[in-house]
């Protein structure tokens, strides 16, 4: 069965510095996606970045960048210059065209707080 | 385009009462997922639809079922309610539900169990 594991529940940051979430995962297949989502208080998921398992350059999206270790089942968030409105619940995702139908499997969620 | 709504937004029922909830995803959308959020369990898949299948279900008993209409608008349907049913209900959308297109997520129905 496929796990993602958050170890990190709470961080923190100071305003335009740089903060890295952890995230791992397990699997035995070769095809699949990596996501970042980030649920403000709010509530509404929004994706922040993803990353095709295939693909060897990490993904980056503005502020924020990944750092995807494969053969380490590792893919870290790292978020540059963080803002106030980076401050949320974010959560690591996998997903894979398995036999059990591309449904995402969720880590339990880094809570940051930024501080002003 | 409007996103992925879901109504109610807050719900309060009691054990052994039943409670449908609503999600009407992105125009265009065939693809509708529903996902249970808790404190201790996290996010969990319940179920996908795909034009009006239901086409993959997570491990919930029973009494967790859905339902997809031919406008791709999604009902759940929660019976004999548990006071560890109490969790934010999450929808998400998207074309096909392959990995190819994203989801969008919805703002989620509140619903407590007393």
């Known amino acids: 069965a496929q796990t993602v594991t958050q170890s990190q529940p709470e961080m923190s940051v100071q305003e335009a510095e740089t903060v890295t979430l952890s995230c791992t995962y397990d699997t035995s297949e070769s095809d699949y996606y990596l996501f970042w989502y980030k649920q403000p208080p709010s509530r509404q998921m929004i994706l922040v970045i993803r990353?095709?398992?295939?693909?060897?350059q990490n993904a980056t999206e503005n502020r924020f960048s990944v750092n995807f270790q494969k053969a380490a089942k590792s893919f870290s968030l790292k978020i540059s210059d963080s803002q106030l409105g980076d401050a949320a619940m974010y959560f690591c995702a996998y997903r894979s065209p398995s036999i059990s139908g591309n449904q995402f499997y969720f880590g339990t969620g880094t809570s940051l707080t930024v501080i002003p | 385009k409007a996103g992925v709504t879901q109504t109610p937004r807050y719900l309060i029922k009691t054990r052994g009462q039943q409670v449908t909830l609503s999600c009407s995803p992105i125009?265009?959308?065939?693809?509708v997922s529903w996902y249970q959020q808790t404190p201790g369990q996290g996010l969990q898949f319940l179920f996908e639809y795909f034009s009006e299948t239901q086409r993959n279900k997570g491990n919930f008993p029973g009494r967790f079922s859905g339902r997809q209409f031919s406008n791709s608008r999604s009902e759940m349907n929660v019976s004999t309610l548990e006071l560890g049913d109490s969790a934010l209900y999450l929808c998400?959308?998207?074309?096909?539900?392959?990995?190819?297109?994203?989801?969008?997520f919805g703002p989620g129905t509140r619903l407590t169990v007393l």
């Open positions: 990353q095709e398992a295939y693909k060897q």
């Open positions: 125009s265009g959308h065939r693809s």
């Open positions: 998400a959308s998207s074309l096909d539900g392959t990995l190819y297109n994203e989801q969008f």
